[in-house]
């Protein structure tokens, strides 16, 4: 498809120029425009596909927009990967959009990985205390899981500059041990298609594992 070149303004940025069509269009504010838009996502898109990547990271690609743009973002991904043979680096704070378009699933805590898994495996069986805190949050469709234990996670987060001893997780953990302060545990397989940092899997029954919280 061709555009004239008179179609746009080369000394506005092109984000700018498409919500202001939008704003014309749809009579909305132009904040609402460029939260509704999503064509923002889209050029950045074209931008990366233009160098034909192998991979490409997505750093908070969709989590200012709405959520039905949310998902049109999130499945246009999923074609492209599938049209052009790719793999994305998924980074996201909202676990429905990293549900949605993940095989695999890292869950980080204060920069370091809690718990390593498939898709299925994380969301069915998770291992990490972190992860089942999470994901105990996420509204289920499933009528017999709805009601489930929501943990709540006592204190607010550590800062990263400067991160608790041993585990990073044990001013938080809700079955925290009195050696997870000073141990830090390492990424073990726990089944199949998980692995996992936390000290509850390092040596399962020993008399040690006695919980502090
Ligand atoms: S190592 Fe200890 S504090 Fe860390 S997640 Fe496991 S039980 Fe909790």
């Known amino acids: ?14 984000g700018r120029q498409i919500a202001e069509s939008i704003v014309l269009h749809k009579k909305v504010s132009y904040k609402e425009a460029k939260k509704t838009g999503g064509q923002r996502q889209r050029i950045g898109i074209a931008r990366a596909l233009a160098l034909q990547p192998k991979l490409i990271v997505c750093d908070e690609p969709v989590s200012a927009l709405d959520v039905s743009i949310q998902a049109q973002i999130l499945n246009l991904l999923k074609e492209i990967q599938k049209d052009m043979g790719l793999s994305y680096l998924f980074i996201a704070h909202g676990i429905q959009a990293v549900k949605h378009i993940s095989d695999k699933i890292a869950v980080m805590y204060l920069g370091r990985i809690a718990e390593l898994a498939e898709k299925e495996a994380l969301f069915e069986n998770p291992h990490h205390p972190y992860t089942k805190a999470l994901l105990s949050a996420v509204p289920l469709p499933n009528p017999k899981l709805r009601d489930r234990e929501r943990i709540i996670l006592k204190g607010d987060l550590p800062s990263p500059a400067n991160p608790p001893t041993g585990c990073r997780f044990h001013t938080r953990c809700p079955v925290a041990m009195e050696k997870c302060k000073s141990l830090d545990p390492s990424l073990i397989q726990t089944s199949k298609n998980t692995i996992t940092a936390c000290l509850l899997f390092e040596d399962e029954g020993s008399t040690e594992n006695k919980m502090i919280m």
Request: charged letters at 0%; hydrophobic letters at 45%; glycine letters at 0%.
């Open 1 to 14: 498809m061709n555009f004239p070149s008179s179609l746009l303004n080369p000394v506005h940025p092109i």
